[in-house]
Every structure is written in C-alpha cells, then in structure tokens.
C-alpha cells in the first residue's frame, strides 16, 4: 500500500516571499503520478500540478514548481511570489498509472496562510 | 460549464433519514468517484466506477450505497444517517493515466447529522 506523508501541517508566508511544502511518499510501483491539490476556504479541490513518475523533468505551472527527488520519494512544491490567493490547504497525492489507476492516496494536508 | 457538479451542496437532516447526494460530469471521463473529507481535513476514498462499473469499494458501511446510470453520473444514497456520517463528500472524475490524468473534483456536499 501507497503511504504519502507531509510533514509540516501549518506553514506560513509574507506575500510575495517563497515558500516550500513538503511531501515524501512510499511506493513499490514504478508507474505513478504525484499530484499537489490547493483547497482555499471555498472547499473546492484543486488541481495545481502533476509529475509522472518516468519523466526526470521537474513540472512547473506558473508560479508553481515541483522538485521531484524519485530515488528519495520526495515531492516538494514551491510556490514563488506567494499571493494572498494561495491561502489554503494544500495536499500531496499519489495515484497508480498502472494495474491500481484511480485510487488516489493523500497525504493529511499542509494549511498555508499568505500574510500580507 | 460546471466540468463536475454535485448537488446538493449542503444537506442538514436528522439521524435516521435516508438521503441521496448527486453528481454529474461534463468532460466524458470513463472513470468517477466519492471521497469523504473529515473534520480533521482527511480525504479517504470510498468508490469508484468506471463506465458504469464498480472497480473499488473500500471499507464503507454497506447503508452507503453508489448508483452509477450511465458514465457521466455517480449518485450516492446514505440510509439510516448517523451522527458520523457528517462530513463533506466529493464526487471526482479523471481521464486515464496520461498527460491530463489526476481529478477533476465537484465542489463537495457538506453532510450535517444532527
């Protein structure tokens, strides 16, 4: 069974300033994706940003970056120039490319306050 | 357009009564889901269909019942509620593994048992 982990459960920020989230996971698959959903105080789930596990390359959206550490099973997002809008609740998941695709794992969130 | 809708978006009902939550999707994904999100923020996934048919049901009491009519609905009905049925549940879908996986979520149904 998948296990995704995030350390810091309240984090945060001055406006405009940088910040990092963390998430490690566990995993005996090779076919995966990690994902990093936003939750503002409205509820609605977000989509931030996906890495599929196979491409070296880090993903970036926008101001938003991953770094994606495979062989230590780390997932990390940095959010650049933070903005009062990125107060929410942010989550890390893993989800199955393979025999198990569909079923997420997620981590119990990170909740991050951008102060002005 | 709404990509998932679910409706109602809040639902206050009295132990003991049955009740359903909807959810639609507009993005012709084959697969769909519900997840429970508890006080504590926790997300934990109770079904999932995939066109039409049930491919996971995790450890969910069985007055927890999905109704899946055609790929583009998954309806939930909850009978007998009980105080811990309270929580918000989201409806999802998602396209298969590829560039565009990952879901697409309703905007969540808050349950209140009282």
């Known amino acids: 069974a998948q296990t995704v982990t995030q350390s810091q459960p309240e984090m945060s920020v001055q406006e405009a300033e940088t910040v990092t989230l963390s998430c490690t996971y566990d995993t005996s698959e090779s076919n995966y994706y990690l994902f990093w959903y936003k939750q503002p105080p409205s509820r609605q789930m977000i989509l931030v940003i996906r890495q599929e596990a196979y491409k070296q390359q880090n993903a970036t959206e926008n101001r938003f970056s991953v770094n994606f550490q495979k062989a230590a099973k780390s997932f990390s997002l940095k959010i650049s120039d933070s903005q009062l809008g990125d107060t929410a609740m942010y989550f890390c998941?893993?989800?199955?490319?393979?025999?198990?695709?569909?079923?997420?794992?997620f981590g119990d969130g990170t909740t991050l306050t951008v102060k002005p | 357009d709404t990509a998932v809708s679910q409706t109602p978006k809040y639902l206050v009902t009295q132990m003991g009564n049955d009740k359903s939550i909807k959810c639609e999707q507009n993005?012709?994904?084959?697969?769909m889901y519900w997840y429970k999100q508890d006080s504590k923020k926790f997300l934990k996934i109770m079904f999932s269909?995939?066109?039409?048919?049930?491919?996971i049901n995790e450890t969910v009491p069985n007055r927890f019942s999905p109704k899946s009519p055609d790929k583009a609905h998954l309806n939930l009905h909850i009978n007998s509620l009980e105080l811990g049925d309270s929580a918000v549940y989201f409806c999802?879908?998602?396209?298969?593994?590829?560039?565009?996986?990952?879901?697409?979520f309703g905007s969540g149904t808050r349950l209140t048992v009282v």
């Open positions: 993005l012709g994904h084959d697969t």
């Open positions: 998941a893993f989800m199955s490319g393979g025999a198990n695709a569909g079923k997420s794992t």
């Open positions: 269909y995939n066109n039409k048919e049930l491919i």
């Open positions: 999802a879908s998602s396209s298969p593994p590829g560039p565009n996986y990952g879901y697409t």
